[in-house]
Nanobody, 129 residues
């Protein structure tokens, strides 16, 4: 059983920054893609970013490209989401999730929730205008 625990959410003014962290249990963290999604009230859970097992390839939704950065520290079993230039429309619950095992991946498939098997409980990010 894999457990994912997000932290770092909170209230921030528009234009500000936050860094989210997601710690994972287990000894195989470095073998998996990790992703971040978010869900605003009354909306679908949407893809934000993904990072391959080695950390050398990253993928972003257009809505956050250039403002958010995903990274990982395999020694610490942790994935991060650095968020800058935050906007009120970034307000949502942010979730980390475990994606496919090391191997061939289709970058577009990483945007699909079905590719992720374990999810954290989420952390609230609120951006005030």
């Amino acid at each position: 059983q894999v457990q994912l625990v997000e932290s770092g959410g909170g209230l921030v003014q528009a234009g500000g920054s936050l860094r989210l962290s997601c710690g994972a249990s287990g000894r195989t963290f470095s073998n998996y893609v990790m992703g971040w999604f978010r869900q605003a009230p009354g909306k679908e859970r949407d893809f934000i970013a993904a990072i391959l097992w080695s950390g050398d390839s990253t993928y972003y939704a257009d809505s956050v490209k250039g403002r958010f950065t995903i990274s990982r520290d395999n020694a610490k079993n942790t994935v991060y989401l650095q968020m800058s230039s935050l906007k009120p429309e970034d307000t949502a619950v942010y979730f980390c999730a475990r994606g496919p095992l090391r191997g061939y991946v289709n970058s577009w498939s990483l945007r699909r929730k079905a590719e992720y098997d374990y999810w954290g409980q989420g952390t609230q990010v609120t951006v005030s205008s």
